[in-house]
């Protein structure tokens, strides 16, 4: 197993052709297997019986929620690089308003509806998105300068809780929210996660809002 990515910033595009990808020598390396012998019998299913979850389409969605990828400036090392990354949401002029963990939950679906997200990624790099508690249905990509609609990879027709967010792109993924509670959605690059690219979500009873919510239910993690 190797990794073909940069050794930066991810930005979309393909190895060698788009960028250099990582040092084959240190960080190109991942992982070796080794296949030996049997030393017993081997009880795994032969991969051809195996009967896979059938795939549905959500159908349609009661709100479309617009959500936004950002990045702040460093006051102090404004030459080198951005302070941080934020989630947030998207403003009215169609501008990303970032928001940090403590600012009021803005993403509140109603039990048992359907959404789809539209992640607006204002920053150079891109992002793999992950949505606590759902499992998710990656409907397209649109080019924010272009306006370039691109389907799912061949990788995204099934169910994901994850998708890449690339720069200067809208990724639209459509969900059902079927518990009631306190979630999370976040970057899952580590550093960005711990770093406040976090955000709480709340599934309320009823009918969802694209408004704030402010409710003391225990936070829940899936």
């Keep these: 197993m190797i990794n073909e990515g940069p050794d930066e910033p991810f930005g979309g595009g393909q190895p060698v052709t788009d960028f250099p990808p990582a040092d084959p020598n240190t960080t190109g390396q991942v992982l070796n ?36 990828i950002n990045e702040l400036d460093s006051a102090v090392l404004a030459d080198v690089g951005p302070q941080e990354a934020l989630l947030g949401v998207l403003g009215a002029d169609n501008l990303g308003i970032p928001m940090e963990w403590s600012n009021r939950i803005t993403e509140s679906p109603g ?32 080019d ?17 809780d994850t998708v890449i967010s690339f720069p200067d792109t809208i990724t639209r993924v459509k969900a059902v929210f079927d518990k009631v509670g306190l979630y999370v959605w976040h970057c899952h690059i580590l550093e960005h996660e711990d770093n406040e690219m976090m955000r709480p979500y709340q599934v309320v ?4 809002t694209a408004g704030p919510w402010v409710v003391n239910l225990p936070l829940v993690s899936r």
């Design 205 to 208: 009873p009823g009918q969802g």
């Design 144 to 160: 924010r300068l272009t306006g370039q609609v691109t389907p799912p990879e061949p990788w995204e027709t099934g169910f994901k």
């Design 33 to 68: 297997f080794y296949v030996g012998p049997l030393t017993g019998a081997d009880t795994s299913s032969d991969p051809a019986t195996l009967t896979l979850p059938s795939f549905n389409d959500y159908g349609p969605a009661v709100r479309n929620r617009l959500i936004s």
């Design 111 to 142: 039990l048992g509806e359907t959404e789809v997200w539209e992640i607006h990624n204002f920053t150079e790099d891109a992002h793999p998105i992950h949505l606590h508690l759902v499992q998710f249905q990656v409907v397209n990509r649109e």
